[in-house]
């Protein structure tokens, strides 16, 4: 029994100790990942919060339609990827290569989907004036910078996470990648899902005029 | 979840790459993109080299500056004839000397060496492995650390030079831009990206030596019986983890604050240079509780390596096992945990609340307790024993005393109401110097007179060794303990010079620091002759000559390309199993098959 | 290839309910906020909200319940010290607003 490819460069599986958590070694590597990056993330939403606390100026940028109403629709979308992303799992797992493809395709167009939306939802706070530096209700600056910037950092990891799943996608067609890669790719894929349910309470419903 | 189940999930691949990568032939291959984590050491270990002579002239120029302000510097004026025309030191220029200083020393010497350097090279073969989890991963993460350093570097040749804002980049003096002072421009974004890209591959490396440790253990090799320097190799990654993924946003920010508009770490109605700035409602303490939130485990991803190498070394020149080695893994693991408990102990001075700085100054007292447990389990190994006290033994011992000279200060600078007077001061410096920078330094000496044989496969003078480390020691004392003393008088620190005022009669104790900081760094050309000498005149080195028990000692000096030869190797024992008696003398190798009386060790 | 974990693979039913509940959290989120709550309630109760989403996504979509639990020990505890730690700014935050000149 040999998992020589379970990570680049490794011995025999017969003459290593198992790991701890009995996982692959790229799954753990993942795992790590995602709390640093939940660190990443942790940071910047403190600072948000820093900020929102000690400016007495703060103004609340969105209405129910359309801000609210699209932040909703891309929450459910997201939470859908992760549902199909799930299934893309699964079939990979039992082997399905051409399930695999159409629930990965799937996940691959809902991100898309999501990333279009919050595109436009941005271009539609660029014409009311709101920019890094710019607050057009003359407010805090901070409002637009925050926004931006933590936002601009999630669609980062979402259009990241849609090249990702992409290449993976096409690499299992072709059989050079594997299951495994697939639930890998999906657990960082959930992670961007789970950043976004803080994300969205914190920046979106807590903004509402 | 039974075992047959896993088995099944971790190895679900097949076999397609069962080596993914062979002896390079090309030189490009071999030691520039090399694979192999050996390479990837000396090359974090080069660097590291580089870095520190370059931290050690700035701070030379900026010594010479203080002992002699109203004297050219000899030779600046020549190599930075526009920062210091005729070797005239401005204030703005010592600022600028200091922050590269800080910077190049805390990033590139006390980062890479210890951890990154020592880690890649040791860690892979302690564990039994043929190389990292993932070798390509390791190999990124060595040139996005160059990359980082070059970056950094280049501020020097930038119109403006480099920033002046301190290795803590302070908001809102790095944020606001060109008009806070010279090299504030381009100088101090440069700065920022480059530490960007270094918590990049600092993070890139973490990963790779936390999976290493976990998952590429030889068969025995049980987590109890690993050596205490991949443990502590270990815990700094985990520390690192976190710290530089804290930092990342932070640069992030900082970098939008000077090229994006936003104000994030700049208060309203700033005025620099005359000028209002045109920012509002951001805070400058957000930067401190960042950069310190990064900044204070970042002491410990220096310093545990450091306890890691000396805790490894002790044993084999002491001849004893190492007292508690339970202890000392959770002594580490408590390190680990409060280090992200203190980092407000930076910032007494700040403007922070009080009733913060009373919350920090608790853990900091108690983060002393770990501390003071691993120095008496060192002292308590040390007792008694017949120490060989060849050059490695020697700074393993300077350690000890420098860790706890720099520690005891640590004491009074923990409590707000102290540190008020004492955090602008050169009490400040002098404690740092010791318990982070030297005592890493002599931990990087100690691992490089330990493990030189086993990376050059040469050993190296011992003659030269020990005058090296006796000069040193006495240049370290020389040159950090007068700076206590300066501290208690209020002589503030970060100031170019004091001609004319009060601290004027300090000033001959700061030629003697001078002078001492000359000679220190003098007597450190001999460590760079023995090293070049040994690497290639030295008398050969037989694989174990220091009667070490853990794996790296039991393959070749230097080991093959995949560590053992193709062997597998399989683990018996601890790493602590010295003063017995056993078939190779007074000391049982982890690889040496289990003596009878033993029972069979499979985990 | 080998299937991995059938016996305690959640059935795809199981990831439903999951996202059902997920998208039932996001609508009392939603509903809370035109609730007429004070802020620091609403404040609270979408913290305990998230944290609550962010542990069923941990639990059941990233797979953490069906993993040995050393994993969650070594993960989780250390990130949450971390965000527990974070905590120390809000001193400085709300200091902000009194030391801050008044805004003309």
């Not at chain 2, 010479?64 to 109203?70: K, N, R, T």
């Not at chain 2, 020691?473 to 010079?497: D, K």
Request: aromatic content about 14%.
């Amino acid at each position: 029994m040999s998992d020589s490819a379970m990570t680049a460069g490794s011995m025999h599986g017969a003459a290593m100790e198992p790991s701890p958590f009995l996982i692959t070694s790229r799954k753990l590597t993942m795992w790590l990942f995602i709390v640093a990056d939940a660190a990443t993330f942790g940071a910047i939403l403190f600072g948000y919060g820093y900020l929102r606390f000690g400016s007495p100026n703060w103004t609340k940028p969105f209405t129910f339609s359309p801000n609210i109403i699209n932040g909703l629709v891309m929450t459910v979308v997201l939470l859908t990827s992760s549902l199909t992303m799930l299934c893309g799992v699964a079939a990979a797992r039992e082997g399905r290569s051409g399930a695999t493809m159409k629930w990965l395709g799937a996940t691959i167009l809902l991100g898309v989907t999501f990333a279009v939306l919050h595109l436009r939802e941005w271009t539609g706070m660029f014409h009311e004036g709101w920019s890094l530096s710019k607050n057009p209700m003359g407010g805090s600056v901070q409002v637009g910078a925050l926004f931006f910037s933590i936002t601009g950092l999630h669609l980062l990891h979402v259009i990241s996470g849609v090249i990702a799943i992409t290449v993976i996608a096409i690499g299992f067609r072709a059989r050079k990648f594997t299951a495994g890669h697939v639930e890998t790719t999906g657990l960082y894929w959930h992670f961007v899902d789970l950043v976004w349910m803080f994300v969205f309470p914190l920046l979106y419903l807590l903004n509402v005029r | 979840m039974t075992m047959d189940s896993v088995s099944a999930s971790i190895t679900e691949l097949p076999p397609a790459t069962p080596h993914d990568h062979a002896p390079p032939e090309s030189f490009l291959r071999k030691y520039v993109f090399s694979l192999d984590h050996k390479v990837i050491g000396k090359q974090y270990l080069g660097l590291g080299l580089i870095a520190v002579c370059t931290g050690m002239f700035l701070s030379w120029v900026m010594r010479y500056h203080l002992a002699f302000p109203d004297k050219a510097v000899p030779l600046i004026g020549w190599i930075a004839p526009t920062f210091a025309a005729g070797g005239v030191i401005t204030p703005e220029f010592y600022l600028q000397l200091m922050t590269m200083h800080g910077t190049i020393m805390v990033f590139f010497v006390l980062t890479t060496a210890p951890f990154a350097g020592f880690g890649n090279f040791v860690l892979p073969i302690q564990v039994g492995a043929e190389d990292m989890a993932f070798p390509r991963f390791n190999m990124m993460s060595f040139w996005v650390t160059f990359v980082a350093f070059a970056v950094l570097v280049a501020a020097f040749f930038v119109p403006d030079g480099p920033p002046l804002s301190g290795w803590t980049a302070y908001a809102p003096l790095s944020a606001v831009g060109k008009s806070s002072g010279p090299g504030e421009g381009l100088g101090q974004t440069l700065w920022v990206i480059a530490i960007g890209i270094f918590c990049i591959g600092q993070l890139l490396g973490s990963l790779n030596f936390i999976a290493t440790t976990l998952d590429l253990r030889a068969k025995g090799m049980t987590l109890a019986r690993l050596p205490y320097s991949t443990w502590a190799w270990f815990i700094t990654s985990m520390i690192g983890l976190i710290a530089f993924s804290v930092l990342l946003p932070a640069c992030v920010l900082l970098l939008l604050d000077r090229v994006a508009g936003t104000s994030f770490f700049i208060p309203a109605g700033l005025v620099v240079s005359d000028a209002i700035q045109p920012h509002s409602g951001g805070s400058p303490l957000l930067w401190q509780h960042l950069f310190w939130f990064f900044g204070h485990p970042e002491v410990y991803i220096a310093i545990v390596p450091g306890f890691g190498i000396i805790s490894t070394i002790l044993p084999a020149v002491c001849r004893k096992p190492h007292l508690g080695p339970k202890v000392l893994i959770a002594s580490q693991l408590a390190i680990a945990g409060l280090s992200y408990m203190v980092w407000g102990h930076h910032m007494f001075l700040s403007g922070m609340s009080p009733s913060s700085a009373t919350l920090f100054s608790v853990p900091t007292l108690i983060i002393t307790i770990p501390s003071a447990i691993i120095t008496l389990l060192w002292l308590g190994t040390i007792y008694g024993s017949k120490l060989r006290l060849n050059t490695a033994a020697l700074f393993c011992l300077g350690f000890v005393s420098v860790f706890v000279t720099g520690g005891l200060s640590g004491f009074f600078l923990s409590q707000p109401s102290i540190d008020t007077y004492l955090h602008g001061t050169y009490f400040v410096v002098g404690h740092f110097h010791f318990v982070m920078g030297v005592a890493a330094m002599f931990g990087i000496f100690a691992g490089t007179y330990f493990w030189f044989p086993k990376m050059f496969g040469r050993m190296m003078n011992e003659t030269l060794g020990k005058w090296h480390f006796a000069l040193t020691f006495i240049g370290v004392y020389a040159t950090f303990m007068p700076m206590h003393w300066l501290g208690l008088e209020g002589n503030v620190r970060r100031y170019s010079s004091f001609p004319s005022d009060y601290m004027h009669g300090s000033l001959p104790l700061h030629r003697f620091i001078t002078y001492s900081a000359l000679f220190l760094g003098a007597s450190q050309l001999i460590f760079l002759v023995n090293l070049i000498w040994s690497r290639f005149r030295g008398p050969v080195a037989p694989d174990n000559p220091w009667e070490a028990t853990s794996l790296e000692w039991s393959t070749t000096s230097p080991p093959p390309f995949d560590n053992f030869g193709g062997v597998h190797p399989v683990v018996y024992h601890g790493p602590n199993e010295y003063g017995v008696s056993g078939p190779r003398g007074d000391y049982i190798m982890q690889t040496d098959p289990p003596v009878a009386a033993a029972p069979a060790a499979t985990a | 290839m080998t299937t991995t974990e059938t016996a305690t693979e959640p059935t795809l039913r199981v990831y439903v309910y999951v996202w059902l509940g997920m998208l039932a959290i996001v609508a009392i989120e939603a509903v809370l906020v035109y609730a007429h709550v004070s802020s620091g309630m609403l404040l609270a109760s979408l913290l305990v909200l998230a944290f609550l989403e962010a542990a069923v996504a941990l639990r059941y979509f990233m797979h953490l319940r069906y993993e040995v639990p050393l994993l969650f020990w070594t993960l989780i505890p250390g990130l949450l010290l971390a965000f527990v730690m974070m905590n120390q700014f809000w001193a400085d935050a709300a200091r902000l607003n009194t030391l801050r000149f008044p805004i003309p």
